[in-house]
């Protein structure tokens, strides 16, 4: 097992933990000689995000060279098709709005000039230049008009339900005239993502219903798009959570396939389904290319000149695959420990740039030939390697009904299991489709190694309904919430009291999102813990399918809405709020303002809940955040809270 930082005598601080950089969004250019990618800092001017752009050889040859600073999403370039120059965004609330601009490389991957070649108020949501290097596709919502103007200066900002999302269209740009020209074929739907034909044909373009999460993510379909006179061929329905629309060719035939959640399954593994588009009509014959493998596609990416590779999420750590398409069979390249992400690749497949994490080491840009060995490129937090962690190790361990799982536990800092019992905080991942990889993870959601700095054991666990074992190990969690998923969150907890690691009469439990219901219901089940912390978590399953983004999804999960009838429900067997007059251990509960995802009622709704049956919990709500915590003030109060929390019960 490697060791964490050997010789290191840092401390870990709050300030630390927040204004660390991220590496993000890297991109090979087509000919394989140079990678671009963004570094972030979450507190930035402001207390907001600030990105970079970066570019550098891509066999290290050459150290990084910083472009362009910017925001957070404008620190996702793309390259033109003849890697010489790099697209970026900037912040639509900019003077102006969103500009496209386009940076021109000179010898060694020096800027030569920056270009600004078009500004538009209603901000660019993508971009992607196309092939014949003189035509940017660009995704982006309708400018206001006066009229939006005058309404706004007088406060005149009254929402018809459904049309107070702005629609994002297909636009293309001619970079030579500046023109720019929508795509009308398309109608009033929401567009999505885009990936074009390797030989320059037609792009493929996926789109929504509406701009809402629900229904949108359940009406996606495919449509054709020629570049050149725009015209629009349907392909039809695409699934639940279609993404990443991905070409290939096997003898003269050109396919194409796309992510989504298993057909027939709301709730579920993701699985790659492919097609063959026909010369007219809607397309027909989808075929499931991942169907009975115990892996999960994370990402699918397009290769120019070969057939697609993927990455897939395998227990705690992550593969590299190529399809093969003479069986249409996904075939491992590689693997490798904890996290592997942001997959991108040359025109010819041979070099890859991805971001990689392991147990001790951050998310930075590696890049190499396919088959490896990656060098690192960025170095996007140093400082890390002077604090001393806790030492991090994979369990693997039986549920119940003897079905096989993992997770990872973080030992106090400076401790070895010898040294315990320790207390033990139990952080349950959210999603439920998620996961925990052997992955460096440090924020104010994920704070393991923060607790494990004050002398806590954290389990980090990996129950049923999650990611990395195949759509069977997903599946099971519909509309039985808190049952399997919650007994094996036990099993892991049992299993290090009974190995001495933890003491029995000091647990706690904690969770964000999915994780901050299982935290909920582990109180509302058991006394066993003697504190709790909820983050944006889930309550009431039947109000979440009524109010949250995700509300398809949310009634899958608690297995039943109120407008089914007078009742009994199932969500309300499966929700923590019918179980709160059994709940005695002591609870934080957080949450931000302005929530969608899990809005903030979940919160106030256990708030009263706890303060009718005289519990002893904290409320805490922070303004204009959403579903996480951005604002650097916000995310090192969490951090002091959260582990003064623990102090305090522990």
Request: aromatic content about 4%.
């Given at each position: 097992m490697p060791r964490p930082n050997p010789g290191a005598t840092g401390l870990l601080t709050a300030d630390l933990v927040v204004d660390l950089a991220a590496a993000v969004a890297p991109a090979v250019s087509p000919d394989g000689r140079l990678v671009a990618y963004g570094l972030v800092v979450s507190g930035g001017r402001d207390g907001r995000p600030q990105g970079s752009v970066w570019v550098t050889a891509a066999?290290?040859?050459?150290?990084?060279?910083?472009?362009?600073?910017?925001?957070?999403?404008?620190?996702?370039?793309?390259?033109?098709?003849?890697?010489?120059?790099?697209?970026?965004?900037?912040?639509?609330?900019?003077?102006?709005?969103?500009?496209?601009?386009?940076?021109?490389?000179?010898?060694g991957a020096d800027a030569t000039g920056v270009q600004e070649l078009t500004r538009w108020r209603g901000g660019i949501a993508d971009h992607r230049p196309l092939l014949d290097a003189r035509t940017v596709a660009l995704l982006a919502a309708d400018e206001p008009t006066a009229a939006d103007d005058r309404r706004a200066a007088e406060r005149d900002d009254a929402m018809v339900w459904g049309r107070h999302l702005p629609v994002t269209r297909m636009r293309l740009l001619d970079l030579e005239t500046g023109a720019l020209r929508t795509v009308d074929g398309l109608g009033d739907r929401h567009v999505v993502e885009l990936a074009q034909r390797p030989d320059g044909g037609p792009l493929?373009?996926?789109?929504?219903?509406?701009?809402?999460?629900?229904?949108?993510?359940?009406?996606?379909?495919?449509?054709?798009?020629?570049?050149?006179?725009?015209?629009?061929?349907?392909l039809g329905p695409v699934g639940f959570e279609a993404r990443s629309p991905t070409w290939w060719q096997h003898d003269g035939v050109w396919h194409l396939a796309h992510l989504v959640v298993t057909p027939g399954h709301l709730v579920g593994g993701l699985a790659v389904i492919d097609t063959v588009p026909p010369a007219t009509g809607p397309?027909?014959?989808?075929?499931?290319?991942?169907?009975?493998?115990?892996?999960?596609?994370?990402?699918?990416?397009?290769?120019?000149?070969?057939?697609?590779?993927?990455?897939?999420?395998?227990?705690?750590?992550?593969?590299?695959?190529r399809l093969r398409p003479e069986s249409a069979r996904f075939d491992r390249v590689s693997a490798a420990p904890g996290t592997l992400a942001g997959l991108s690749a040359s025109r010819s497949g041979a070099t890859v740039a991805l971001l990689a994490s392991t147990a001790y080491e951050p998310r930075n840009v590696h890049a190499g030939p396919t088959g490896g060995p990656l060098v690192r490129l960025s170095d996007a937090a140093p400082e890390l390697r002077g604090i001393r962690w806790g030492v991090q190790e994979r369990l693997d361990y039986r549920a119940a009904d003897g079905l096989r799982l993992d997770g990872l536990l973080i030992l106090p800092v400076g401790r070895t299991r010898a040294d315990g019992p320790f207390p033990l905080v139990t952080i349950a991942h959210g999603g439920p489709y998620s996961r925990y990889a052997d992955e460096f993870a440090l924020n104010a959601v994920d704070c393991g190694q923060w607790l494990a700095a004050a002398g806590y054991a954290v389990l980090l666990p990996n129950p049923r309904g999650g990611s990395g074992r195949g759509h069977a190990f997903a599946a099971p969690v519909a509309g039985a919430v808190g049952g399997d998923e919650w007994t094996d969150v036990l099993g892991g907890i049992d299993l290090l009291v009974e190995q001495g690691v933890a003491d029995p009469g000091r647990l706690g439990i904690a969770g964000w999102s999915h994780g901050g219901f299982l935290a909920t219901w582990a109180v509302a089940r058991t006394d066993r813990f003697k504190a709790a912390m909820t983050g944006a978590g889930i309550s009431d399953w039947g109000l979440q399918a009524g109010t949250g983004d995700w509300a398809s999804i949310d009634a899958a999960l608690g297995g039943s809405t109120g407008w089914e009838g007078p009742g009994p429900h199932l969500h309300d067997r499966n929700s923590p709020i019918s179980h709160a007059s059994g709940i005695r251990t002591p609870v934080l509960i957080l949450h931000g303002e302005e929530d969608t995802n899990v809005p903030l009622g979940q919160a106030l709704h256990l708030h009263r809940a706890l303060r009718h049956f005289g519990v002893e919990h904290e409320f805490v709500v922070y303004p204009r955040e959403g579903h996480g915590l951005v604002e650097r003030a916000h995310q090192l109060d969490a951090l002091r809270r959260i582990r003064a929390w623990y102090d305090r019960w522990l």
């Open positions: 066999d290290g040859s050459t150290p990084p060279r910083r472009l362009a600073d910017g925001t957070a999403r404008g620190s996702a370039p793309t390259w033109a098709p003849d890697s010489a120059a790099l697209f970026l965004t900037s912040d639509p609330d900019g003077p102006g709005g969103a500009q496209l601009r386009r940076i021109r490389l000179g010898v493929a373009v996926l789109t929504w219903s509406t701009p809402e999460l629900d229904p949108g993510v359940m009406t996606a379909e495919l449509h054709l798009v020629d570049p050149g006179a725009a015209a629009v061929q349907h397309a027909v014959g989808h075929r499931n290319l991942t169907a009975g493998m115990s892996v999960c596609p994370t990402e699918l990416v397009q290769v120019a000149d070969g057939p697609p590779l993927a990455l897939f999420a395998d227990g705690l750590d992550t593969a590299l695959y």
